[in-house]
């Protein structure tokens, strides 16, 4: 089982909808979560953290479910330029501060 | 500078040959890491620096590829005898190497632009 794993997508949705991704991970024990954004032909970029008691920022909702082991990212009212892969990144106990990417979800927000 | 730099961000170089692929991450982030990424595809993992402790070179593809941070500051990747499967764009990232848990500070990594290499 790879220690984590996404949804490659793509996921094709109009503008304004609401779009959600998964992203289960193997160590329970991992500690620290973050989603990444990558736009074509460009570097991942930080989009936000996941703290245990969810967290929101602007149309950007993160959650964090332990006990079944995956996070979750929501984007509400998507934009176009919401258009972009997203990686979900775990920091794996026991792997010192190593951060673990996902393969990333491909998101495709159309008119 | 204020954020990763790489160098050089193209490199076109013929198979056999050797690369060097230069790595200046954010002052005071004492974690480095290297990734590499084809097209298309996601990160591939390839070696992890942290403080003064041994590497994690578990990503290493083979023992062509080298990786060595001098001073604990800038890092450089070496890949001897390229071939046409090294071709990709590799992808430097450095953090502030400490793991705080829930809301304390969920510090990620941050990227440099990469430099996309291609092998011919």
């Known amino acids: 089982r790879k220690e984590v794993e996404q949804d490659p997508g793509p996921f094709n949705v109009p503008e304004g909808a609401t779009v959600a991704f998964n992203c289960t991970y193997s160590?329970?024990?991992?500690?620290?979560f973050f989603w990444y954004r990558q736009d074509c032909r460009k570097e991942p970029k930080l989009l936000m953290s996941?703290?245990?008691s969810g967290n929101e920022d602007g149309r950007f909702t993160a959650q964090l479910n332990r006990a079944s082991q995956y996070i979750s990212l929501l984007i509400r009212d998507s934009k176009l330029s919401d258009s972009a892969t997203y990686l979900c990144?775990?920091?794996?106990?026991?792997?010192?501060?190593?951060?673990?990417f996902g393969t990333g979800t491909q998101l495709k927000v159309e008119l | 500078g204020a954020g990763v730099s790489q160098s050089p961000s193209n490199k076109v170089t013929e198979k056999g040959k050797d690369v060097e692929l230069r790595c200046d991450p954010i002052?005071?982030?004492?974690?480095l890491y290297w990734y590499r990424q084809s097209l298309g595809q996601g990160l591939e993992f390839l070696i992890y620096?942290?403080?003064?402790?041994?590497?994690?070179k578990s990503g290493l593809p083979s023992d062509r590829f080298s990786a060595e941070r001098t001073g604990g500051s800038v890092s450089t990747l070496t890949i001897q005898r390229t071939q046409q499967e090294d071709s990709a764009v590799y992808l430097c990232?450095?953090?502030?190497?400490?793991?705080?848990?829930?809301?304390?500070?969920?510090?990620?990594?941050?990227f440099g632009q990469g430099t996309r290499l291609t092998v011919v």
């Open positions: 990232a450095s953090s502030l190497g400490a793991v705080y848990r829930d809301r304390a500070l969920g510090i990620g990594a941050f």
């Open positions: 160590n329970s024990a991992s500690q620290s």
């Open positions: 996941v703290y245990s």
């Open positions: 990144v775990v920091n794996p106990a026991g792997g010192g501060n190593k951060l673990t």
């Open positions: 002052s005071g982030h004492t974690a």
């Open positions: 620096f942290q403080g003064n402790s041994a590497p994690d």
